[in-house]
């Protein structure tokens, strides 16, 4: 049985099957990556709720695994070289996951690196802006009066849509007909713009054609309607 006990995380969130990869997460357009993933490729693993809303990830614990406070953070018992690992930051975990099982990652050379292209274009441009437009459309940035924020991320979020739009022209997945983790590092995000947040309107989504066809296209796998819900919300 693998011992975890170097993780000071497992002991505010002990593991029951030490065996299995440890999720520690919420359902947010970041953690869902994550739990996507891991139901698409079948690893057995098991998911520890993070209540961010009571700053769980600011615990001694949770900062001992991942001292930037943010979800997601995966522990894997079969780590590199068969040791434990932990790992934090969703594009990191992604590759992770993706080249410990030969999944989701095409192995030709030139396909690779197009397709981290494509998770890095979404770790630095579609969740931070889409995130901001989220907080100056939805939450407190509402009420700031100076609109110019708002205005700044709308435009931006309605740019990299057209970025995603293109690509899409002619392609099912992000890399045509190969269902990628570029795709798993978007979808969640695409589908809380217009769903959580409420911003579908804003950013005039209703006119693009490609980008919608691609959601519903992702949000019809099963492996995908199962992490979108893992773990369950306090």
Same mark, same amino acid.
């Not at 939450?139 to 979020?157: C, M, S, V």
């Given at each position: 049985m693998p011992d975890l006990s170097a993780f000071p995380i497992t002991r505010?969130?002990?593991?029951?099957?030490?065996?299995?990869?440890?999720?520690?997460?919420?359902?947010?357009?970041?953690?869902?990556?994550?739990?996507?993933?891991?139901?698409?490729?079948?690893?057995?693993?098991?998911?520890?709720?993070?209540?961010?809303?009571?700053?769980?990830?600011?615990?001694?614990?949770?900062?001992?695994?991942?001292?930037?406070?943010?979800?997601?953070?995966?522990?894997?018992?079969?780590?590199p070289g068969g040791q434990p690992f932990g790992l934090f930051e969703s594009g990191a975990i992604l590759v992770y996951l993706a080249e410990k099982t030969g999944q989701f990652l095409p192995q030709d050379p030139a396909r690779r690196y197009e397709t981290l292209q494509w998770v890095f274009f979404q770790m630095a441009s579609v969740g931070p802006m889409f995130g901001q437009l989220g907080f100056f459309h939805?939450?407190?940035?509402? %009420?700031?009066? $100076?609109?110019?924020? #708002?205005?700044?991320?709308? !435009?931006?979020?309605? /740019?990299? &849509?057209?970025?995603?739009?293109?690509?899409?022209?002619g392609r099912d997945w992000m890399m045509g007909n190969d269902y990628t983790i570029a795709d798993i590092s978007l979808l969640g995000w695409v589908r809380?713009?217009?769903?959580?947040?409420?911003?579908? %309107?804003?950013? $005039?989504?209703?006119? #693009?054609?490609?980008?919608? !066809?691609?959601?519903? /296209?992702? &949000?019809?796998?099963p492996a995908v309607q199962r992490g979108l819900e893992i773990p369950a919300r306090p």
């Open positions: 505010r969130w002990p593991a029951q099957h030490p065996e299995r990869l440890q999720l520690y997460s919420l359902p947010t357009p970041n953690g869902v990556k994550v739990s996507i993933m891991l139901e698409e490729v079948g690893l057995p693993y098991e998911p520890h709720t993070i209540n961010i809303g009571q700053n769980e990830t600011w615990t001694p614990e949770f900062l001992s695994l991942n001292p930037n406070g943010k979800i997601p953070a995966i522990v894997d018992p079969d780590g939805k939450f407190a940035g509402r %009420e700031i009066e $100076d609109k110019r924020p #708002l205005e700044r991320y709308r !435009a931006e979020t309605r /740019r990299l &849509l057209g970025v995603l739009e293109g690509r899409l022209d809380n713009l217009i769903g959580f947040y409420g911003a579908g %309107e804003l950013v $005039d989504y209703a006119s #693009l054609t490609h980008v919608p !066809a691609w959601l519903e /296209r992702g &949000l019809a796998r």
